[in-house]
């Protein structure tokens, strides 16, 4: 009886004593999931490496713990006090399930407040064999759930795989590619996939600084299905300066696919500008300045180059009719520069020459020949004081012949007539 007394007592104390101790409610456990997981490639090929990054996050947000007075009472009131559970992941573990795993277990990761997410990375290695592979990732949590999650891998198979559109742009030049000059441009849209694509837009920006929409920079095209295409015809603007080279053109293709979901795709336009040469002469030159008959001399005719691409294998010819170098190799020209085409020949009798000049050339574009007609003028000697010298030698020759030939052999002694008279 005694022994039953003291077991009512001890049981009616630990009554009051739990009644008296603070309860502790949690409202959530400390918990892992992983929320989102990507696999790249997609499409493994055997053999190949990839990853697998996974994002874990931490599921609980808060707990609450119920304080009550110590009292008995139903009346009593309670106390409600809130405070932040935090996760502390052990360990993280990918098993490979058929795929090689060469990435080591991430320990002690980390701990992660209510909400809060970490990306973890795995570096895996695909099987010589194609199939579907599902790799489980294993994370430990400190006095909390553990979490296993498996992860499909796709290698070298089509299942699984989305069919969708695929827009091809093809841009072909219809005419000039000299700087400075309008470039029209053909771009051809092909659907080479496997669904259509609606509401097809081309957006073509102007970023280069050397080539740029001449009109609209946007054109829409509508629908295209599988194995159609469309085109449309623009032209660029070039800019003088632009100088040779390629030049790409970004152009933005946008479109929804079946589904209604908004794909937007980057090519460009390449264009190869090349460089159009134009030769001219600025003047021509004779030294000496002023030419007489049978005078040797030096004809210099300088070369111009006003187009927008470097002029090489320059070369000048003349064909006048005189002795001495009528040929001159000048070389390269770039643009906006001039040289000397430099002619050294020999005199000519005087005046007036008709004469053509050939200048061939290369640039970007080709060989070219440009002939230009041009004149020389010689001035003729003048001969008046030969002529007035040598009448004086036939007058000065006249009148000794008159004296000591024609006088004697007519009156015997070859005076005068006024010298007989007196």
Not at 125 to 142: F, I
């Amino acid at each position: 009886m005694r022994l039953l007394r003291t077991i009512i007592a001890l049981g009616v104390l630990f009554a009051l004593v739990v009644a008296i101790m603070p309860a502790v409610q949690a409202t959530d456990a400390p918990t892992v999931t992983i929320t989102s997981y990507e696999v790249s490639p997609s499409v493994l090929m055997p053999d190949s490496l990839g990853t697998i990054t996974v994002t874990l996050k931490n599921t609980a947000s808060s707990a609450s713990t119920t304080e009550k007075s110590g009292k008995l009472s139903p009346d009593d009131y309670t106390v409600i006090t809130t405070a932040d559970i935090t996760v502390n992941i052990d360990t993280v573990h990918l098993e490979g399930n058929g795929l090689k795993v060469l990435t080591k277990n991430y320990d002690k990761a980390g701990s992660l407040g209510p909400g809060q997410s970490i990306p973890l990375t795995f570096s895996i290695q695909a099987p010589t064999r194609s199939g579907l592979y599902y790799p489980e990732v294993w994370v430990d949590v400190k006095n909390g759930a553990n979490t296993k999650y498996p992860i499909p891998v796709n290698v070298n198979t089509a299942i699984g795989i989305q069919k969708q559109a695929i827009l091809i742009m093809d841009s072909s030049l219809d005419g000039s590619v000299n700087p400075g000059e309008e470039i029209p441009v053909t771009l051809t849209i092909s659907n080479a996939g496997q669904l259509l694509a609606d509401d097809v837009t081309l957006i073509v920006t102007n970023v280069s600084g050397k080539l740029a929409p001449k009109g609209a920079d946007l054109y829409h095209l509508g629908m295209i299905g599988p194995g159609e295409q469309k085109s449309v015809s623009i032209v660029l603007l070039s800019d003088k300066q632009a100088g040779a080279g390629l030049v790409r053109v970004p152009v933005t293709i946008s479109y929804n696919t079946i589904d209604g979901r908004p794909v937007s795709e980057s090519t460009g336009i390449d264009v190869v500008l090349k460089g159009k040469a134009e030769l001219g002469f600025v003047s021509v030159d004779t030294s000496p300045s002023r030419l007489t008959e049978n005078t040797p001399f030096d004809l210099t005719i300088r070369i111009e180059n006003t187009g927008t691409g470097e002029a090489k294998q320059v070369s000048a010819k003349v064909d006048l009719p005189a002795d001495g170098t009528k040929e001159a190799f000048i070389g390269k020209i770039k643009p906006g520069n001039d040289a000397p085409a430099i002619f050294l020949l020999e005199g000519m009798k005087g005046g007036n020459y008709p004469y053509t000049l050939t200048i061939r050339y290369t640039d970007d574009m080709g060989v070219h020949t440009e002939i230009r007609q041009m004149n020389l003028r010689v001035t003729p000697q003048d001969n008046s004081g030969s002529i007035v010298l040598v009448i004086l030698v036939l007058a000065v020759i006249g009148i000794l012949a008159y004296r000591y030939w024609y006088l004697p052999r007519k009156n015997g002694d070859g005076t005068f007539p006024w010298e007989r008279k007196s």
